[in-house]
C-alpha cells in the first residue's frame, strides 16, 4: 500500500514522508474545520436550514478537497470561502432576492461561467504574468492575514468603535489561554530539539485544547459560563453576557449531534427541492430579469478568482511548483478543483469553495503531496456523521497557536524574497500587507498591491516594467472596489424601479 501510494502521490521524490504528510493533512484539518459551523450560521440567516448547511459545506470541502488530491497532487485543502458566504448573506439585497433559493440561483449561474472561463487559457496567463516581487508580497500578505486571523480568532485583538481594533481583554480566560499557548508555541519552535521545534505547532494546538477544556469544564459546573441561546457566555463581571472563545466538551452541547441528517439537507439540498420548493422558473426568470444580478454575478467571479489565485501562487511557491519562469507546474489539474466546486455548490447548498490560507499550516510542518490533503479530505467527510469530536479545536483559543505562528512564518519567509532594496517595492509591501490585515481580506491586499505597483512604476517613469497584463488587473480590481461600493445603491435603484 505504502509503495502504490508513494508512487502515486510522488512523496519521498518530493522531500516528504508519509508521516509528514499525514499530520501535515490532520494540522490543515483542524485549522480550517471552524469552517463548517460558521458557514453554516452565517447562511443560516438567509433562512437556510443550519444543520443541512453544517453537512453540505462538509461535502463540498470533501470534494474539492479530494480532486486536488488525486488530479493535481498538491497539499491544498478547500472549503466554503469566507468572503463570499459573507457576500451572499449581508450584501446581496433582501429586497432585490426575497428568498435563499435566488441567491442560491445567482451563485450556481456565476460558478458555470467561472468554470468555463477557467477551461480557458486566460486564469492561467494571469498567474504566469504576475512579476516575482508581486508573489512575492502576496505570499507576505497570505501570512500576516493568517496572523491577524488567529489573533483576532482567540480574543487578543478585539474590535474597538473609537480605534477599530484594540488590545483583547486580559480578564477573559480565552484571551489568557490564547496569548500563553501562542508565546510557548514560538518559543518551541526555537528549540533546539529538532524534533521539539518541528512539533510545536501540534503540541501547541494539543495543549490548548487539553487546558481550554479543563478550564471551561470548571466553569460551567461552577456557573460562571452557561449556554443562552446556543451560545456559551460568562456571567462574572464585565464579560457578564459575553461569549467565551474557548473549547466546550462535547457533552455539554446539546445540539451537537452524530449522525448524518437527512431530513435538513434535503432542505437545502437543489433549493430544497425535495422539501416542497417548486418556484425555481419563477426564481430563475426574476434573477435573470433584476439588473443587479450582473453586477453581483461579476462580483462573485472577480472574488473567487483572486482569492483562490492568491493561495495557489502562495502555496505553490513554498511547495516549489513554480519555476523560475513564474509558470506553476500542474495548472491546469489545481483550477479544476475549485471551477468544479464553483459549478456544484449552489445546487448542494452552499456558498462558493476557495484554496483555504490554512492550508500553508500543513506545508509549514512539511506537507508536500495531495496525500495530506487526502487526509484533509477524509476528516470533512467524516465530519459530517460526528462532528462533535472535531468541535473542541475550532475554538479561537485552540487554533491561534497555528495561525499566528504558521503566519509569522510564511510572513519571514516570504520577505526574504522580496526586493526591499527598491523602495517602490517595499511601498507596494506595506500597503499590501496593511489592507490584507485591517480589511479581514487577502483579495482587497492583492488589489491594492497591483495598483499601487503601476501607478508608482508609472511615476518613476519605469515604463518597461509595466506589463499589459499588469495594466488589466490593476484597472479590474479598481472597478471591482468601485463596483462592490456601488452595489448597495444599485440595489436600491432597482428596487424603487421595481415598487413603481
Request: overall charge neutral; some cysteine.
Amino acid at each position: 500500500m505504502k509503495a502504490f501510494l508513494d508512487r502515486f502521490f510522488h512523496v519521498h521524490e518530493r522531500g516528504s514522508s508519509f508521516k509528514t504528510e499525514l499530520v501535515g493533512g490532520l494540522l490543515t484539518f483542524i485549522a480550517m474545520s471552524y469552517i463548517m459551523p460558521l458557514n453554516a450560521s452565517i447562511l443560516a440567516s438567509t433562512g437556510m436550514n443550519q444543520v443541512g448547511v453544517f453537512v453540505m459545506t462538509g461535502v463540498l470541502s470533501f470534494v474539492c478537497t479530494m480532486i486536488m488530491a488525486l488530479v493535481a497532487n498538491y497539499p491544498i485543502a478547500l472549503s466554503t470561502g469566507m468572503g463570499l458566504n459573507a457576500y451572499l448573506a449581508y450584501t446581496l439585497s433582501n429586497a432585490l432576492f426575497t428568498s435563499w433559493q435566488q441567491k442560491m440561483i445567482l451563485l450556481t449561474i456565476s460558478g458555470l461561467l467561472f468554470f468555463i472561463f477557467s477551461l480557458s487559457p486566460i486564469r492561467r496567463k494571469l498567474i504566469e504574468a504576475i512579476p516575482h516581487n508581486i508573489k512575492g508580497i502576496i505570499s507576505a500578505s497570505l501570512g500576516v492575514f493568517i496572523m491577524f486571523v488567529g489573533l483576532k480568532g482567540t480574543g487578543l485583538i478585539a474590535n474597538d468603535e473609537g480605534t477599530l481594533v484594540t488590545l483583547g481583554n486580559f480578564l477573559d480566560p480565552a484571551v489568557i489561554l490564547g496569548f500563553s499557548v501562542v508565546v510557548i508555541t514560538i518559543g518551541l519552535t526555537f528549540s533546539k530539539r529538532r524534533f521539539v521545534s518541528t512539533l510545536a505547532v501540534p503540541i501547541g494546538i494539543a495543549g490548548a485544547a487539553v487546558l481550554g477544556l479543563i478550564l471551561s469544564s470548571g466553569m460551567i459546573a461552577s456557573g460562571q459560563i452557561v449556554n443562552e441561546n446556543g451560545a456559551w457566555v460568562y456571567t462574572f463581571a464585565n464579560l457578564k453576557g459575553v461569549q467565551t472563545l474557548l473549547p466546550i466538551a462535547p457533552s455539554f452541547d446539546k445540539s451537537l449531534t452524530f449522525g448524518f441528517n437527512a431530513a435538513s439537507v434535503s432542505e437545502v439540498f437543489l433549493y430544497g427541492t425535495f422539501a416542497g420548493y417548486n418556484s425555481f422558473g419563477s426564481d430563475l426568470i426574476h434573477v435573470l430579469t433584476t439588473p443587479a444580478s450582473y453586477l453581483a454575478i461579476f462580483s462573485l467571479i472577480f472574488v473567487n478568482l483572486f482569492d483562490t489565485t492568491a493561495t495557489l501562487v502562495a502555496v505553490g511557491e513554498r511547495i516549489g511548483l513554480i519555476d523560475e519562469t513564474g509558470k506553476m507546474q500542474g495548472y491546469r489539474r489545481a483550477i479544476l478543483a475549485d471551477s468544479t466546486g464553483a459549478l456544484i455548490c449552489g445546487p448542494l447548498g452552499v456558498s462558493t469553495p476557495t484554496s483555504f490560507a490554512e492550508s500553508s499550516i500543513g506545508v509549514s510542518f512539511g506537507a508536500r503531496t495531495g496525500l495530506s490533503s487526502v487526509v484533509v479530505a477524509l476528516l470533512f467527510l467524516l465530519s459530517c456523521f460526528i462532528y462533535p469530536i472535531f468541535s473542541i479545536f475550532t475554538a479561537g483559543s485552540v487554533t491561534a497557536c497555528a495561525l499566528v505562528c504558521v503566519g509569522i512564518t510564511i510572513t519571514i519567509g516570504s520577505f526574504s524574497r522580496i526586493d526591499f532594496k527598491d523602495p517602490l517595492v517595499a511601498f507596494t509591501a506595506i500597503v499590501s500587507v496593511v489592507f490584507a490585515a485591517l480589511t479581514y481580506s487577502i483579495t482587497n491586499g492583492i488589489g491594492m498591491a497591483f495598483i499601487c505597483y503601476v501607478i508608482t512604476l508609472s511615476f518613476s517613469h519605469r515604463w518597461r516594467e509595466i506589463t499589459p497584463t499588469m495594466i488589466i488587473l490593476a484597472s479590474l480590481f479598481f472597478l471591482s472596489f468601485m463596483a462592490n461600493a456601488a452595489m448597495p445603491l444599485f440595489q436600491e435603484l432597482s428596487h424603487k424601479n421595481q415598487v413603481g
